[in-house]
């Protein structure tokens, strides 16, 4: 299965502060920003982990739509799309195949 790896991380905060930047925030509060982000997408990702193990569907919507909201705040806009299609492809689909699917490929986005 998944793991929370380094390359992730690592692609989030580049991102993260690049765009926290633009918007005018000082270093330390840049990464104090990214470093609280970190942690609750490490767990909404240990979440998934465990809802796709289960294949639980209805706690794995509900998480993906709170990771996608904590990385458009990050200012990861492609990669909160890949997240937000979950919801919207089981609502259509209701296969949860094609629901972990989509997931996996979210969080190969997040990867970069």
Do not use: C, P, W
């Amino acid at each position: 299965m998944m793991q929370i790896n380094e390359e992730i991380i690592e692609n989030i905060k580049k991102k993260a502060y690049k765009h926290l930047e633009n918007f005018g925030f000082e270093n330390d509060d840049i990464k104090e920003l990214i470093e609280d982000g970190i942690i609750s997408i490490k767990s909404k990702l240990f979440l998934i982990e465990k809802a796709l193990k289960e294949k639980n569907a209805d706690t794995l919507i509900k998480i993906t739509h709170a990771l996608k909201g904590i990385l458009l705040n990050m200012g990861m806009e492609e990669e909160a799309e890949e997240f937000r299609k979950v919801k919207r492809l089981y609502e259509n689909n209701n296969n949860f195949e094609k629901l972990e699917e989509q997931v996996k490929k979210a969080i190969n986005k997040l990867k970069g």
